[in-house]
């Protein structure tokens, strides 16, 4: 059978275990050889027992763990080439020719950049006698199907990223006790979510726990954003609310380009209409716990297919990256989808916000 290998790589996200189970057992199903790689990048060069094979009670009692199971690690090695050589040649020398990589879109540009590589590579290990004419030979391609592991739901393409539903469920529930005690108080909170420069999780937040106002990066406020803030805010009150929630994307910005911080809004809020108002920084707990039901799903749905496109490929194949399109798995040209999102990232460093929303497109 085949050598497939799966990792994940960069931040972590909810879900990623559910998607591991599915290559092992998926893999195991259709007779591969499967092997998972530990710590990301970092175990690939580093080899050793950071390669195993899996089986099948390996990926027993995961489906519901947040987190991965095999670690994740940033990667200064893979980005040189005496890192990928090692990385390179660890794979051929366990026969594994497709990789199933779990990660951002970072993760995903490094494998398709490692599969550019790896003819070049092969050619080299075996100059230099560290892999065999027949291993080489053996090896010849390496195919790649990429998983979209985040919880910023930042990847053009898909609809939606492994861990967005989870983090998101983390948003609400904090939300909803903050609302409690500044019910109590009548008081003012700011929460500040994470998202990168995306700001799919502040909006979805904002519009699920009625919150009063939200910052993202894609639609910066207008340039009276303190007046505006401060009359929705006090109109609230006058109605009878004795609270109001504010979600600032942790990519927040202003029409210049500069960030919007919660401490910012908080000097307004304080300064303007007196009112008692606290900051809560959601930070890392948006990433951990369990895996929400969808996460799981997700996670079980893009891990089966990734084999299934693994499978079906030869070395014509590109590689292809997995998406959520309605409620369909389907494959995807990796690198449109990753320079799509590039693109979307230059269009809001060029205060093109209505660019980014359109190139963003579904996601
Ligand atoms: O990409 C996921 C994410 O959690 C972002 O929302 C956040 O900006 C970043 O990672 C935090 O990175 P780190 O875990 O390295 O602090």
């Known amino acids: 059978g085949k050598g497939i ?39 690939m060069v580093d080899g050793g027992e950071n390669i195993m094979e899996a089986n099948w009670s390996s990926v027993s009692c995961i489906i519901h763990k ?25 794979l051929v020398q366990r026969g594994i020719t497709n990789l199933v990589v779990i990660g951002g879109d970072g993760s995903l540009t490094g494998a398709d950049l ?44 898909t609809d939606m990223t492994i861990g967005t539903d989870s983090a998101l469920h983390r948003i609400i529930e904090a939300v909803d006790c903050i609302v409690s005690t500044a019910y109590s108080h009548q008081r003012t909170f700011i929460m500040e979510v994470m998202g990168r420069h995306c700001g799919y999780l502040a909006l979805v937040a904002a519009l699920t726990s009625e919150a009063d106002y939200v910052f993202i990066p894609e639609s910066p406020p207008p340039e009276d954003w303190q007046s505006k803030l401060c009359e929705k805010l006090e109109q609230e009150r006058s109605v009878g609310q004795r609270l109001n ?17 919660a401490e910012q809004i908080r000097k307004v809020v304080v300064d303007n209409l007196n009112q008692d108002t606290r900051i809560t920084v959601l930070g890392h707990v948006q990433r951990g ?22 499978m079906e490929a030869n070395e014509n194949t590109e590689p292809c990256v997995i998406s959520l399109d ?38």
């Open 289 to 310: 716990g369990n895996p929400s039901a969808f996460d799981r799903v997700l996670g079980c749905r893009m891990g089966a297919e990734a084999v299934m496109a693994l």
């Open 326 to 363: 309605g409620n369909q798995a389907v494959r995807l040209p990796l690198m449109e989808c990753v320079k799509q999102t590039k693109a979307v990232a230059q269009a809001l460093a060029d205060k093109q916000w209505d660019k980014a929303v359109q190139l963003r497109g579904k996601s």
């Open 114 to 157: 490692f599969r550019q590589e790896w003819g070049t590579l092969l050619d080299e290990l075996l100059k230099t006698n560290e892999i065999t004419a027949e291993q080489r030979d053996k090896c010849k391609t390496l195919q790649i199907a990429g998983l979209v592991g985040s919880i910023d739901n930042d990847f053009c393409g």
């Open 5 to 43: 290998a799966v990792f994940t790589s960069g931040g972590d996200s909810q879900g990623m275990n559910a998607a591991v189970r599915a290559v092992v057992r998926m893999g195991i199903y259709l007779g591969c050889k499967v092997y998972f790689i530990r710590e990301g990048y970092q175990g």
């Open 245 to 261: 929630i504010i979600i600032v994307s942790e990519g927040a910005i202003d029409r210049n380009g500069d960030p919007i911080t």
């Open 66 to 90: 947040g987190g991965t199971i095999i670690g994740s690690a940033r990667c200064k090695d893979f980005r040189e080439k005496a890192g990928r050589l090692k990385a390179a040649k660890n």
